[in-house]
């Protein structure tokens, strides 16, 4: 059976410098009927879990540290048994949120996980934060690029620990040596593609 992508969109609260923004998040899962990885964990893991159905969850990987995309992370591990995959750059945004609580394995450029017959690999991409990171599935055509790369541009970059010179330049590098049709799969929002973004990212 071939892997499949599903979505599950959870909405809650951003909160940034003191002030909240309700916000939709996109739960991204790669699988089949037996075994599903979790791309972000927002707001609440119950949504998610019922996502799930019962499927063996192979691992809990998140695109980077800010609180709409790790908040229910705890609550999923526990649920499910899977182990929580972070990249430690963001570590200082994962402690705003989990003081008490820490991620299981780093997350790197490169690694590489495999799930239903499909493998995704880890690219690096700084700049949204400096611990940003996008998973790229050769075989499904697709990347997973949290808040890195959206459909009309890069992610924001006026927030602490941001940078938009370096998004730019993860974005350049790591995304778009990626094939045109590649399609980008995204924290929030829509669907786009890699040629469509070339023509908005200067």
Do not use: K
Not at 68 to 78: F, G, K, Q, S, V
Not at 141 to 151: A, N
């Amino acid at each position: 059976m071939t892997a499949r992508i599903d979505r599950v969109v959870v909405s809650g609260v951003f909160s940034l410098d003191g002030q909240d923004f309700d916000v939709d998040n996109n739960v991204w899962l790669v699988g089949d009927d037996d075994e599903v990885l979790v791309i972000d964990t927002p707001h609440d893991a119950a949504p998610i879990v019922e996502a799930i159905g019962g499927r063996r969850v192979t691992a809990i990987v998140l695109t980077h540290g800010h609180n709409d995309h790790i908040t229910a992370a705890p609550a999923l591990r526990e649920a499910t048994g899977a182990p929580i995959w972070f990249h430690p750059a963001d570590r200082m945004l994962w402690d705003m949120t989990h003081a008490d609580a820490a991620p299981d394995h780093d997350l790197a450029a490169g690694t590489r996980f495999t799930v239903a017959g499909t493998t995704l690999t880890a690219l690096h991409t700084p700049g949204h934060s400096p611990g940003s990171t996008c998973l790229y599935a050769a075989d499904l055509t697709t990347v997973f690029t949290g808040d890195t790369l959206f459909c009309g541009g890069p992610g924001a970059t006026g927030r602490s620990f941001s940078d938009h010179p370096t998004i730019l330049r993860s974005i350049r590098s790591e995304l778009f040596s990626l094939h045109g049709d590649t399609v980008v799969r995204t924290g929030h929002g829509d669907d786009t593609t890699i040629a469509a973004e070339l023509r908005t990212v200067r």
